[in-house]
Structures are given as C-alpha cells and as structure tokens.
C-alpha cells in the first residue's frame, strides 16, 4: 500500500492521470481498514465486498433490539424476529428498512447474513435445526453471525453441522461484551473469529454494530476462538463481582465505613473496574438489575462445564459459581449481581448498613475507553427513582413570580426559539418569525411580559446560524433600547440535547457583552426529559434512559456522546471550559435549600468567572423554585445567558398549564347540513417516535384517513423530479381536503444521510422545502393543519401560511404546541396550526389528536 501511495501521490504533483493506481490504492487502503494491513498482499481478493440486501436478526431482546437499531442506522435492511411480540412491534416501530418476521425461518429467507442473539446455545440450535428450521430457510452461501455467549465447543459443532449440509453456509463466532447501553449506542465490542474470507464479508456489518473497528476485536483460531476469548472475559467479571462482596462484606465485619473503604480502595492496587461499578450497589442496597444475577449464573456454568470438558483444575470459577447459585436459590435472578453481597447479610453483616454518607459527586462516573462490562444495562427504573429523590419544595413559589412578572418588575423575556417547538410550554403569548426594527420596537411597546421570536436556526449550519443570532440580538438590543426596555435572552434549544452549541451563546456574547454564567437546563417534564445528578435522561415507558443512549444522540447533525451535562459541555465547547468551570444546582439545593438555597448556590461564584450552571429538575416545581431563587441572585446585579428547554421559560414567565385545548375551545363546530373541509397532517420528522406515531395514525384511521407519501429519493434527485412529485401531491391533496377528508402527506421513513453532517442538513433542508412548496401549492383552506417535526412545522408557518406573528393559545396535548394567526397577510387566516415535536408523546398521541379534531367527533 506505501508503494502504491508513492505512486499515486507522484502522479498528483505532475498533473499525471492514473486513474487504475488510484483505484488500486483505495483497494489496498480498504484492506489494511478491515485489519489486512501487515499480511500478503495477495489477500486482496478478500477486500471484494458481501452485497448485503437482508440480514435477517433473530432475538431482539435487550442487547438485540440496540443491535438490530444499530444496523438499520447504518442503512440495511433488517428483517426481526422474537418469541416475545412486543419485542418485534418496538423494532418494527425504528421505521425504514426494518421489517417484521412471523418466525425464524423466515427471518432466515433470502437473508446473506443471519445474526442470532438468543440467550443459549440450546436455544441457538432449535432456531437453526430444530422448531425454527431458519438454516432449512437460509439460502446458499448465506453467513451466520452467532453473538449469544456459548460453549466454544459448541460454536465448533454448529459449524460442523452447518458445513455439513453442503450449501455453502458459514458461522462466524462473534460475541458480544458492552451491554444494552453500548448495543443501543453502536459501540459493543465485538470478538470475533472465523474464517478470514468470511470476516472480510461481514465487516460492514460487525463495524456497524461497534462503532470503530478499535471495538472489533479479530481472534485467530476459527470459531470458537472468540467465544473461548468471551468466556475468559466472564470468568474474570464474575470471579470480580464476587470477590469485591466478599471484600466489602468483610470491611462491614472489621468494623469500617464501608463507604470510605471503598473510596480509598478505588485508587489503590486492589481496583478493578467490577469493583469501581458493582460496590456503590451495594453501599446502597440498590438491586436494580442493571446487569442480573442470572448472567454469572449461566456464564461461570459455561466456564465449569468447558473446564471439566477440557480436565482443567478452576477452584476459583467454581467458588464463585457457587456463589451465584445460591443467591439464585434465594431469589435474587432477576436482580443485580451486586446482590451477591447479602449472602453476608444472612450472617448479620451489611455493607450498606456500615456506610457512611454519600458525599455530594455530580460528576457522572464513565467507564475508561479500554473498559468492557458485560452485561450492563442502560438506563434508571423511572418511577423507583423519582420515588428516591428528596421531596418536592411545598412552598407556592409560581405565583410569586407570576406577580412580579405582572408588574413589570423583571426584564421582558426574549425567547429565541430554533424550532417552534419551544412554545411547549406557553400559552396566551405572541411569537413572531420575523424580527426587523420595526416589528419589535412594535412588540416591546405592547408591555409583554416576554415573547418568541422563531429563528428555525436548527436547520442551518453552524456558521450561519451564529450569523443569525448575532442579528437578532442587535436587532433586539436596539429595539428595546429605543422602547426604554430592559429584556433578557433565553436561547431555547431542544430538550434531548441538539442544536449549536456553543456557536448560539457566543453569538449572544458578541452582541450583548460577556454574562457571568451560562444556564443550561434541558429539563421538560411533558416530554419526559430529566435532569438528576447533572444526568440528562429521557423517559421511556418506566425508563429513563440517558440522553446519549437514545436515537436523539445518534442526529447526523447535532450527535453526541455524553449524556453528563458537564461532560456534554465539554464535548462540545471543547477548550472554553474545564472542570472548573461548572456550577451544579442539585435537587437539595432545590427541594431542601429552597428558593433561597438557589440564591445561595448561585451567589456561591465570584460574578465574570466564566461558570456553566447545570440546573437539575425532575418536576415542574423543581424548575419554579430554580426560577424563584434566579430571581433574588438577578437582584444582586448578576446577569446570566440562558440556553434552556421549553419549561424554564414558562416558569421564568410565571405560567402554569393549562388542559389540552379542544376544536370547542377554539369556537369551532361544524353545522349540520354544512360542508366542512379535511383537516391536514404534514410529516418530515424521520426520528423513531414521528415513524411509530405515523404508523398508529394510519392504524387508528384507516380508511378515515388519506395518506400520500413523498419518495425522498425523489424529492432530492433533482428540482424537476422534486417539482413533478410535489405537483402531483399538492393537486390530490387539495381535491381531498375539498372533499372532507382528512389527509396525511408523509415522506418516505428511509432516512437518507450524507457523507458529513453539513450535507445531511442539506438534505433535511430539500425535503423542508419541498414540503412548504406543497403547502404553498394547496389552495383549498383546510380545517386545520399540524405539522410534524421541527423544521417542517417552521417552514410551514413562515413560508407555506406566511407567518408574521401568531398567538400562542396552548396545547393540542401536552407539550405540543397550537397557534394561530389571524393577520391579513398570512394564507389560511385564523386556521388553527398545530406544532407537533417530532420527539413528543406517546405512540398513540398523534392518532388522539386527528381523531378529536375530526368531523364526527367536532359535529
């Protein structure tokens, strides 16, 4: 490959076509990334690449379902199948390539690649030979990825068998280590051994699954070789966990604070990283089963059970072993392996009983790079932890802040919005979409107590949107000075984490001068999104999962890596910060300090101290007392830059919800006799909550329902094809719409990506816009219209309805937002528009919403 470098780089500098040794190197430069680098370079031939069309995945249990996400991402298409429907339904529900399989056979059918990932090996072979005949299903040629954690003799056998039936069907033994968290995030350690040809046509794949190819780990040997590596990973964790509760157990019977013993030990000699991860479980008595007991059940049995095959001596394994299967018989499977411990405590002794105190750490403890925990699980019980936390403050502190905003005694409230989802929260408050002199000198003269200004700077690059920014606040800065108002600059972002930063707080800066802080409190309780120990967590079901652990985290734009609020700082200020920097507010300081606890921590930091405070809530009333005590250390001259969701705004402005507002409460009825026009959902939100809620609309409605899908392929390859598309929708919608009926304009769920995030922005910016064009094109006045997605529901109220200003009236349901705008100079005046997040509510919320607002239900 150097060679053929020298070449080709020869060739560049003397403006020399070579355009085979240009191809040639690229063939070698693949190589050496798939791990071929230092053998023969006859071993190109192994470079050709598998054409993947389907991979059929069979258990889509915890660590599956994020392995089966994990390739649809990276663009193939998965057929999925469990024994447990509603495991299939949550990976039906990622949209794009992925498909439901009735059994294993047919996940098996016309598949190139097969993954298993069931729970044993018995369960492995009745998939492939027995009841599920998937290998009777597989066609010629097809490979078998087998990821379950099983006896290496045993993967040996199913290669012999699967040999056997002369079709050309291969095994790669691939294990998994990393646990749901990294299953769910594409970054698993994958060990893997078999034949190298077949490596090389899995490659793609297996990367997909890990991340980098640091995480894939090629074990020479042939299969089995990986799967005896993955056994001596279990030995090692299991012998760990067990030893670190005996350890601290007999720390309890010396008489120690068991606590304190810990925290010395996790810097000396005796660290492993079992210890640092399992022990606060027990200091604790938290059994959570982030990782189950069960595991080392099976795991060290497996270690036992090859060992004597093999006539080896494992007194260690088996001791620990032994261990497990009695708490096993106590009924601890479904719990923590940390719960080894309280084998102890059946003889009087308890680690968390001798603890001490737990002191105050807001820092996330991660693991090291080069760590691997098996078993690990994402994410909190939601309800078991929000049950944990102190209680909430009792005092009522929103009305106090209602008061002193009806007075007019703190500054107006400029919220700069980069989707309009940030109305969340508000109701009976204006936002505008433009922003020149004029319209906000007019808007300051109304005495509001705040208002909106939608700048949609989500959708633009980075550049660009720090140039808007910088704009607007000149623009308000010179409006409020020629009004005699003092205001205040909220910068309100997503509440899972994405969008500019830092490029909007600087922009801020630029224009307004240094603050003494940054504010960043992501929280928003309808939408599930909690702060705990500067953790950002999302609410799932009764989970909640770190921010960094959802599809959110995985934006082609605006990912990230690190759900700790500090560290997502770090991650994307880099230099401007450091440790130092950060100011926790905690829930004690909270619920416990109260208002004045607030005033107390933030007055804490020397004012010009270049400080990011993280503000941690769990409740809207966490967030009320926050806003209380911000309000007392304002008083003291302090001056802060807010980068927050939607609930700090609504209690910075003193309001309180309201219920869901019904077509009754917008004046709306329809008379009998009276023709009545359809109402009209566009969606181009792409993440997994629009795709599952679109699938329920569709499920809910029927035929009620007229649903016309966009082909983005379409949409992107071209402005003639995207015109010829877009004309050919917009004409069928208005013809239903005219007709009564309710219409659905989708696009197509495959998500197209680009090579970087800049283009695929791009290309979120061609289907934004060819979706205002539709709206443009409608001419028909619909009974009323949402708009799904961010971007989508911004441009369609600035372009497709010409939005200037409209009036925030509250909520369609909760945290979706419904405005409307009666200027002469908008299209459609006074149609009620609903801004509906594409990452809020349930599955069902959207198909509610269309089915209260339609005509047999408003008649």
């Known amino acids: 490959m150097f060679q053929q470098g020298i070449v080709v780089s020869t060739a560049r500098a003397l403006e020399f076509p070579a355009p085979l040794a240009s191809v040639a190197e690229q063939l070698y430069i693949s190589g050496a990334a798939q791990g071929y680098g230092a053998e023969d370079d006859s071993g190109l031939v192994r470079v050709t690449p598998l054409e993947i069309s389907k991979i059929g995945m069979i258990g889509l249990g915890a660590m599956g379902q994020g392995m089966a996400g994990s390739l649809l991402r990276s663009g193939f298409a998965v057929h999925g199948y469990d024994v447990y429907e509603p495991a299939i339904d949550k990976f039906v529900a990622n949209g794009g390539n992925a498909s439901k399989a009735s059994s294993p056979a047919e996940a098996a059918k016309g598949a190139d690649i097969l993954v298993l990932m069931v729970q044993n090996a018995a369960q492995a072979e009745d998939v492939l030979f027995g009841s599920g005949k998937a290998a009777e299903a597989l066609p010629d040629g097809a490979i078998v990825v087998l990821s379950s954690t099983v006896p290496p003799s045993f993967v040996r056998d199913l290669e012999s068998k699967l040999t056997n039936l002369g079709r050309g069907i291969n095994l790669i033994d691939a294990p998994v280590s990393g646990g749901v968290v990294r299953a769910a995030n594409g970054t698993l350690t994958i060990i893997c051994s078999g034949d190298d040809a077949v490596l090389s046509k899995v490659n793609s794949p297996l990367l997909a699954m890990t991340g980098t190819s640091s995480n894939l780990c090629h074990v020479q040997g042939g ?73 080392f059940v099976k795991d060290l049995g497996i270690v036992l059970d090859e060992a004597k095959r093999l006539t080896y001596f494992a007194p260690i394994s088996s001791a620990a072993h032994t261990l497990y299967l009695s708490g096993a018989s106590h009924g601890w499977t479904k719990e923590s392996d940390a719960g080894v411990v309280r084998l102890w405590e059946l003889a009087g002794l308890s680690v968390s009983a001798n603890a001490g105190p737990k002191a105050q750490e807001p820092e996330e403890k991660a693991p090291k790079d080069h760590e691997v925990e098996v078993g690990q699980e994402g994410g909190l019980p939601a309800q078991k932890t929000i049950d944990s936390l102190p209680s909430e403050y009792s005092g009522d502190v929103i009305s106090s802040t209602r008061k002193v905003v009806d007075n007019g005694e703190v500054p107006v ?9 940030g109305t969340q929260t508000c109701h009976n408050i204006d936002v505008l979409t433009v922003w020149d002199a004029a319209t906000l000198e007019y808007e300051f003269s ?12 989500r959708a633009l690059p980075s550049a660009e949107a720090k140039q808007l920014i910088l704009e607007i606040c000149q623009n308000v800065k010179q409006a409020a000075e020629k009004s005699g108002k003092a205001f205040e600059i909220v910068l309100r972002g997503d509440s899972t984490l994405r969008g500019h930063l830092p490029e909007e707080p600087e922009a801020a800066e630029e224009a307004l001068g240094k603050f003494d802080a940054w504010v960043i409190t992501p929280f928003f309780y309808q ?23 959802t599809p959110f985290a995985q934006d082609a734009t605006f990912g990230y890596k690190n759900s700790n609020l500090r560290k997502y700082v770090l991650e994307k200020c880099g230099s401007r910060f450091d440790d130092s920097s950060f100011l926790s507010v905690t829930l004690d300081d909270i619920r416990v300090g109260g208002p004045a606890g607030v005033t107390k921590k933030l007055l804490s930091v020397a004012p010009g101290s270049n400080t990011v405070v ?3 809530a769990a409740a809207e009333s966490d967030m009320h007392v ?36 019904t077509m009754a409460d917008l004046g709306v009825s329809v008379k009998e006799g009276t023709k009545q026009p359809g109402g009209l ?103 009323y219209l949402i708009a799904k997605g961010g971007i989508t529901s911004s441009d369609a109220a600035t372009k497709g ?26 299209r459609h005046r006074g149609v009620p528009y609903v801004v509906f997040p594409g990452n809020v509510g349930s599955d069902s919320t959207l198909a509610d919403v269309v089915e209260s607002w339609s005509i047999e239900n408003v008649a």
């Open 614 to 616: 993280i503000v941690n």
């Open 626 to 661: 926050f806003v209380a005590g911000l309000l007392e250390a304002e008083k003291e001259g302090r001056r802060y830059l807010y980068r927050t969701g939607a609930a700090f705004v609504s209690s910075r402005l003193g309001i309180t919800g309201i219920p869901p507002l």
């Open 413 to 421: 409230l400029v919220v700069l919005d980069d989707d309009p989802t």
């Open 681 to 783: 959902i566009v969606a181009g939100s792409y993440v997994p909550k629009t795709t599952a809620q679109l699938k329920a609309l569709r499920e809910r409605r029927g035929d009620r329902l007229t649903v016309i899908e966009l082909d983005v392929a379409g949409l992107i390859e071209s402005a003639e094809a995207a015109e010829n598309v877009v004309t050919t929708a917009a004409a069928e919608t208005a013809s239903k719409l005219a007709a009564g009926e309710d219409v659905l304009v989708m696009t197509s769920r495959k998500l197209i990506k680009g090579d970087d995030a800049l283009t695929s922005l791009q290309i979120g910016s061609k289907v934004a816009r060819a979706l205002v064009q539709l709206v443009e094109k409608i001419d028909v006045r619909p009974r």
């Open 223 to 295: 299969v089995g070789a990986a799967s005896s590596v993955k056994l001596i990973n279990q030995l090692l964790a299991g012998v760990h966990i067990a030893a670190a509760a005996e350890a601290m157990a007999f720390a309890a019977r010396l008489g120690l604070d068991t606590r304190r013993a810990f925290e010395i030990l996790g810097s000396a000699a005796a660290w492993s990283w079992m210890f640092e991860n399992r022990v606060p479980q027990m200091l604790d008595a938290d059994w959570t089963p982030h990782s189950a007991l069960a595991i």
């Open 527 to 549: 939408g599930g999104r909690y702060t705990i120990n500067d953790v950002h967590y999302v609410k799932e079901d009764d989970v909640l999962v770190p921010a960094s652990q």
């Open 801 to 826: 309805l010409r939005m200037k200003r409209a009036r925030i009236l509250g909520q369609a349901a909760p945290g979706v937002p419904l405005w409307r705008c009666n200027e002469e100079t908008s």
């Open 446 to 457: 109304l005495n509001p107590p705040g208002f909106f200004i939608l700048t949609n700077s």
